[in-house]
């Protein structure tokens, strides 16, 4: 029996149709094992619970072909509003002032990632620094980070407050705050140490 692996599944996808042959020609029979899921005829409808499905396939032969070996295929239904994304600020970080002897663009940067990510997305991230009088929104590089561009329309404090939306609506929040200033002194920081 040829029968596909079945990827993982929201609790809210459609119905679907299973496919499986067998070498010998015959019809291949479906029934699920276990799992929130129910069948008819080839379609499988989920019943909106999150769990695991097993589904057997099977041929149980005839007259001229003895039955085929059963094949099973597992997978998971996912609740998407059981999983929020993690949300770490990481430019600028709670604390540390932001030296610049003249005004220019600040590389904003978090980082998210959800669980189960074959199924669910980080749908949007957000920033919005007060004073600014915008709201940013993120560039994806495919590593889970995401940046934007900010210019402080003039030294001082700031409140930044980051916000990520995953598959299913639920919300991560993040908050810093920071000085923007051109008071700078001189720093000894050791870079490194022992690097061979």
Do not use: C
């Not at 620094?129 to 980070?145: A, H, L, N, Q, R």
């Amino acid at each position: 029996i040829d029968f596909s692996a079945i990827p993982n599944m929201l609790t809210t996808d459609p119905s679907f149709d299973l496919n499986a042959s067998a070498t010998s020609g015959l019809a291949v029979e479906f029934e699920i094992t276990e799992g929130p899921a129910d069948l008819n005829g080839n379609t499988v409808t989920l019943t909106s619970d999150p769990g695991f499905v097993t589904i057997k396939a099977s041929q149980p032969g005839d007259d001229t072909w003895a039955p085929a070996p059963d094949v099973f295929q597992s997978f998971e239904v996912v609740d998407a509003t059981a999983y929020t994304p993690e949300l770490t600020v990481r430019r600028p970080a709670d604390g540390p002032d932001v030296y610049m002897s003249s005004l220019s663009p600040i590389i904003i940067v978090a980082s998210a990632y959800i669980d189960h990510p074959e199924v669910l997305n980080i749908e949007q991230v957000i920033f919005d620094i007060d004073g600014s009088g915008e709201v940013m929104t993120e560039k994806s590089y495919g590593t889970g980070y995401y940046s934007a561009e900010w210019t402080p329309p003039s030294y001082g404090t700031y409140s930044m407050t980051i916000t990520a939306t995953s598959t299913g609506g639920m919300v991560s929040t993040g908050t810093a705050t920071f000085e923007v200033t051109d008071v700078i002194s001189y720093l000894n920081i050791q870079a490194f140490d022992q690097v061979h």
